[in-house]
């Protein structure tokens, strides 16, 4: 069984910086991609960020030039580093991991959300 662990949600004025960590633990051979999706009151939830097994990044055109995604396959970790942040990127913060090969199955998984809330 697969577990994902964030962390890194918080209250920050705007223009702050903020840093998101998704930790996945059990039996994981590999990972195909990993990504940061965001849902705001009211709204459908959104991608946000995006990583492939080879490190191709993409984004939401909004947060271009704001925020990186990375990660660390030795820790099954993905981040998002969100700076110059605004008032309308507050929402709740899930990751994805995709195409997870446990050695006998593929499968995705979802965090369970972290809150992100830019005061103005």
């Known amino acids: 069984q697969v577990q994902l662990v964030e962390s890194g949600g918080d209250l920050v004025q705007a223009g702050g910086s903020l840093r998101l960590s998704c930790a996945a633990s059990?039996?994981?051979?590999?990972?195909?991609?990993m990504a940061w999706y965001r849902q705001a009151p009211e709204k459908g939830r959104e991608l946000v960020a995006h990583?492939?097994?080879?490190?191709?990044?993409s984004y939401l055109d909004s947060v271009k030039g704001r925020f990186t995604i990375s990660r660390d396959s030795t820790k099954n970790t993905v981040y998002l580093q969100m700076n110059s942040l605004k008032p309308e990127d507050t929402a709740v913060y899930f990751c994805?991991?995709?195409?997870?090969?446990?050695?006998?199955?593929?499968?995705?998984?979802w965090g369970q959300g972290t809150q992100v809330t830019v005061s103005s």
């Open positions: 059990g039996r994981i051979f590999a990972i195909a991609s």
């Open positions: 990583i492939t097994s080879t490190g191709v990044t």
């Open positions: 994805r991991l995709g195409g997870v090969y446990d050695g006998r199955s593929v499968n995705d998984y």
